[in-house]
């Protein structure tokens, strides 16, 4: 594959992998480095892509597993955090009071969301957040798709039931 060619396939992605980096590493920095080891694997490796129409999937999978590896290098675990969220809420609001709401609503995710295992954080980021299809999680996590529904189910469950303890705890605290 040529450079122009990889181009044209990755470069509409970039976005979505860097939302994802983002979160995974909790850093703007890191999510930088991520995304630009990231694309210079895939382009090593785009030899090993053999259905365009996959690129989306193909390009996370590679994302996951180059992230995986600085785990590792480093020895410790990545945290999520989601100040870009909160900074596209921040963005979306004219008013004080509403600017709490959109904090409060974010640091409750924001906590949600880091409590999961990791397995269950990046399945539920690549569905709700990317818009992953099953089959493209299932490619990205090297998983059959039964595995992608069932994890994606138990996230979805955790985070609602910790929301809901977090939501009541606030409620009681104001009383």
Partial sequence: MTAKDFGALALPLL??????????TG???DADDLVQETYLEA??????LRDRARAR???FAVLRNVWRQQQRRRGGVALV?????EEELTALVDTAEAVLVATALTEDLGGA?????????LVLLLA???????DEIATVLECPIGTVRSRLSRARHLMLARLERWRRAAVAGRS
């Avoid at 955090?81 to 969220?85: C, G, H, I, R, S």
């Avoid at 969301?113 to 397995?119: A, G, N, W, Y």
């Avoid at 709700?128 to 099953?134: F, I």
């Fill in 81 to 85: 955090e989601l100040n870009a969220l």
């Fill in 27 to 29: 850093s703007a920095a």
């Fill in 113 to 121: 969301l880091r409590s999961l295992p990791e397995e269950l954080r």
């Fill in 43 to 48: 382009f090593r490796s785009s030899a090993t």
């Fill in 128 to 134: 709700d957040v990317e818009g992953l299809a099953y």
């Fill in 57 to 59: 999937a193909w390009l």
């Fill in 15 to 24: 976005d979505a992998l860097h939302r994802t980096a983002r979160r995974l």
